[in-house]
């Protein structure tokens, strides 16, 4: 089964700044990756996927992130954070060895500072 | 287009008696994901359904069930409510495996 690790329970950043979400995965075969954000008493919103082709994924919102398969890794950046990104943000791999089941990290809360 | 849609929004329950949640896919979407997250446990796998066929199952007592319908509507079922099964239950249809998940808002259960 997959294992999905997201460095940092919480992160806490300025508006303007950099938003950096990390997020490392174990896998024998290259998966499916996802970020997905969710706000207070709501469902999950799919930020961006990689699946196939270029590394760099670019999603909604302003939001990025680069499959680095060396590194097992998928982080989530914005260049400059809004007030409205202030959410839970998670990290998800589809597993092809397992019928593509979607494994999630544990999730990383963001909150910006005025 | 309509989202995922799930019914009811909130529910109160109490122990050992039993309940259903709906959801209602996208149109067009035949594989329906169910979820359970939890402040402790996170978000956790519960089954899959594709074409009214349960294709994948996580790991929770056979007090959770699912089933498809004909028109990809899905329903799950826990009985013998515990206090530990108060979560948010997330549904998610998609398209196919690469196309990521479409999540509804989710049923609050709380068990009292």
């Known amino acids: 089964a997959q294992s999905v690790t997201q460095l940092g329970s919480h992160v806490s950043v300025s508006e303007g700044a950099l938003v950096l979400l990390r997020c490392n995965y174990s896998?024998?075969?290259?998966?499916?990756l996802f970020w997905y954000v969710q706000y207070p008493n709501q469902g999950l919103q799919l930020l961006l996927k990689y699946t196939t082709g270029a590394t760099l994924v670019k999603g909604i919102n302003g939001f990025e992130a680069e499959f680095k398969k060396s590194e097992t890794s998928f982080h989530l950046t914005k260049p400059s954070a809004h007030m409205s990104d202030a959410a839970e943000y998670f990290c998800?791999?589809?597993?092809?060895?397992?019928?593509?089941?979607?494994?999630f990290g544990a999730g990383t809360t963001v909150t910006v500072r005025a | 287009k309509a989202g995922v849609t799930q019914t009811p929004r909130y529910l109160i329950k109490t122990r050992g008696q039993q309940v259903t949640l709906s959801c209602s896919p996208i149109s067009g979407h035949r594989s329906v994901s169910w979820y359970q997250q939890t402040p402790g446990q996170g978000l956790q796998f519960l089954f899959e359904y594709f074409s009214e066929t349960q294709r994948n199952k996580g790991n929770f007592p056979g007090r959770f069930s699912g089933r498809q319908f004909s028109n990809s509507r899905s329903e799950m079922n826990v009985s013998t409510l515990e206090l530990g099964d108060s979560a948010l239950y997330l549904c998610?249809?998609?398209?196919?495996?690469?196309?990521?998940?479409?999540f509804g808002s989710g049923t609050r259960l709380t068990v009292v």
């Open positions: 998610a249809s998609s398209l196919g495996q690469d196309k990521g998940y479409t």
């Open positions: 896998s024998s075969v290259p998966p499916y």
């Open positions: 998800a791999v589809s597993d092809r060895s397992n019928d593509y089941t979607l494994s």
